[in-house]
């Protein structure tokens, strides 16, 4: 093998060219971004627009850290994709965020719904016809830091504990709200949806028209949070379901198994030797609450362990979900079925993490970390529509099918893209490589997002 002579070259490339199509979802935030720097104005230096658009330039390509800019100082392509009059220097980029932090937070939301509602994606409904909006917290581990709320979370780490709201099956992220790591998940929760669902419904209206199903764990299992909920059901509103985990709290288990066994009404399904399942309704009532609701219970009892092993005494299993959803659509096993899907919002915690670099978050300071999340939401929803249009059709880069790619895919195949930036006859023209396997889908997708006003 003959080796490589290594050489600089007289002229500008750049490893990140798809940039440029981050750069035309941006534009699309162009009258947010204009009153941002309305509202803040900047007396000279760095508008505070331009400072969302680099930090936003840094999270696409899974750059959390505020030192990453630097490699970008004097990059005319990375300023002339991403609509850049100023590039920030690192410095500039931390203290203006941590200045301005929570001057930007009612600008947040404004940004995201203004991204999906123009692009309106496919969000994925439900085969029932429901759109699911996932609400958790996660933990993110950043301990041995003094950073403002690290505290201990409920998976004995010290971090943080933000809440994400996805819509639909694909996780469009509505909302990642930074919280103290020892904050309960139903506590505040209530501001959340104040922002979260109405957005949802506004979304749903302007897209697949379909009403909302909103799926949370046992750790939202509040008759308030229920509430609530049931006050975005107007007239003239997309309608507002809910499939809630039970938590038994105190429930005596074992009481309850005995009863329900007495009962001759009970039906026991036995799906392997020394395991019975039984499921069953019951009607339920919350104060404040008009409609019928119902929770579906689910006892396991094992007296064979999964290893083939006798115990000793039985072992029993409760869970229980509380929906509003009705008896005459979803029976039992199909609540159950839904509440399972809810599951795979955990893989979307997973790329905030992982793909986006946000384990631990770049700032000691509280207000900032909280703007960092929700940029890291607000380049979600970019690299998902990005996907989304590019990495499914034929002319995609050769890739396993999948419904949705993760961030990492795209940001490998779209974003990670070698090109050169040529200035000529007062055009400028991006220029992919000959051996580009992406380069025919970039190509469509750049004049798609250029075509659309």
């Known amino acids: 093998m ?31 971004f204009k009153r941002i720097d309305t509202a803040l104005p900047v007396a000279g230096g760095v508008a505070n627009s331009d400072v969302l658009r680099s930090y936003l330039g840094l999270l696409v390509q899974g750059k959390s850290d505020f030192d990453a800019i630097e490699n970008f100082r004097g990059d005319a392509f990375v300023k002339q994709a991403l609509g850049i009059k100023l590039l920030p220097s690192s410095p500039t980029l931390r203290q203006r965020m941590d200045a301005r932090a929570s001057d930007l937070f009612e600008f947040l939301s404004p940004l995201t719904e203004t991204l999906l509602s123009t692009a309106r994606p496919d969000y994925g409904v439900l085969p029932c016809g429901w759109l699911p909006l996932d609400v958790d917290t996660f933990a993110m581990d950043n301990g041995g830091t003094a950073k403002d709320g690290v505290g201990r979370t409920y998976a004995g780490v010290d971090g943080y504990c933000p809440l994400a709201a996805y819509l639909g099956s694909y996780g469009f992220c509505l909302d990642l709200a930074l919280r103290p790591g020892v904050q309960h998940s139903a506590f505040e929760t209530e501001f959340n949806f104040e922002r979260v669902i ?9 897209g697949p028209k379909a009403p909302i199903l909103a799926r949370l764990d046992s750790g939202f299992d509040s008759a308030h949070l229920m509430r609530e909920l049931e006050t975005y059901n107007q007239p003239g509103l997309v309608k507002v379901d809910w499939l809630i985990k039970w938590n038994p709290r105190t429930t005596n288990v074992a009481a ?30 919350i104060e404040g609450i008009e409609r019928p609701l119902r929770r579906v219970l689910r006892l396991i009892e094992r007296t064979i362990d999964k290893h083939g092993q006798l115990l000793i ?13 009705s008896t005459k659509q979803f029976d039992a096993k199909a609540i159950i079925a839904l509440y399972a899907d809810h599951g795979t919002h955990e893989q979307f915690h997973s790329e905030f993490k992982t793909d986006l670099d946000l384990e631990r978050l770049p700032s000691g300071k509280f207000d900032t970390n909280y703007l960092v999340c929700e940029l890291a939401a607000l380049a979600m929803n970019i690299l998902r529509l990005m996907g989304q249009d590019a ?33 000529h006859g007062r055009r400028i023209v991006l220029g992919l490589g000959a051996n580009d396997r992406a380069a025919k889908v970039f190509i469509r997708s750049y004049a798609q997002f250029a075509a659309t006003p």
């Open 2 to 32: 003959r080796p490589f002579i290594v050489r600089q070259l007289d002229y500008d490339l750049t490893p990140v060219a798809g940039l440029a199509l981050v750069g035309q979802h941006l534009n699309r935030l162009a009258p947010v």
């Open 313 to 325: 005494e039985p072992e029993l299993t409760l869970e229980g979900w509380t929906t509003s959803l």
């Open 198 to 206: 109405p957005m949802a419904q506004r979304l749903s209206a302007a």
């Open 391 to 423: 990495l499914h059709g034929p002319d995609a880069p050769v890739r396993h099918p999948a419904k949705r790619r993760r961030l990492k895919t795209v940001m490998q195949e779209l974003i990670y893209r070698a090109g050169r930036l040529i200035e």
């Open 256 to 285: 309850l198994a005995e009863r329900v066994d007495a009962d001759s009404a009970t039906r026991w399904a036995h799906p392997r030797l020394g395991k019975r399942v039984t499921l069953w309704d019951e009607a339920l009532r």
